[in-house]
């Protein structure tokens, strides 16, 4: 696809986006797929956090959470 098509395609997706919220109605955007794996590691950490906060392991908990943020 060309560059302008990829514009297009991206710009009726924001006209979608604006439509939809003129009309009440809430706009969910899916995740990119590059960010699915990130995400469900870091909530596996933060289901865990209890354990941590027992084990006075804070820090760790806060370790694990920045070792699994990419920027």
Same mark, same amino acid.
């Given at each position: 696809?060309?560059? =302008?098509? $990829?514009?297009? +395609?991206?710009?009726? !997706?924001? $006209?979608?986006s604006?439509?939809?919220?003129?009309? !009440?109605? *809430? =706009?969910? =955007?899916?995740?990119?797929?590059?960010?699915?794996?990130?995400? $469900?590691?870091?909530?596996? %950490? =933060?289901?865990?956090?209890?354990?941590? +906060?027992e084990? +006075? +392991?804070?820090?760790?908990?806060?370790? *694990? %959470? !920045?070792?699994?943020?990419?920027?």
């Amino acid at each position: 696809m060309t560059l =302008v098509g $990829e514009f297009q +395609k991206k710009q009726a !997706g924001t $006209e979608a986006s604006v439509a939809q919220l003129s009309l !009440g109605q *809430s =706009v969910k =955007v899916k995740p990119k797929q590059k960010w699915i794996p990130m995400n $469900e590691r870091i909530r596996n %950490i =933060v289901l865990d956090y209890n354990q941590y +906060k027992e084990d +006075k +392991k804070t820090l760790d908990y806060l370790r *694990s %959470i !920045g070792h699994n943020v990419c920027v």
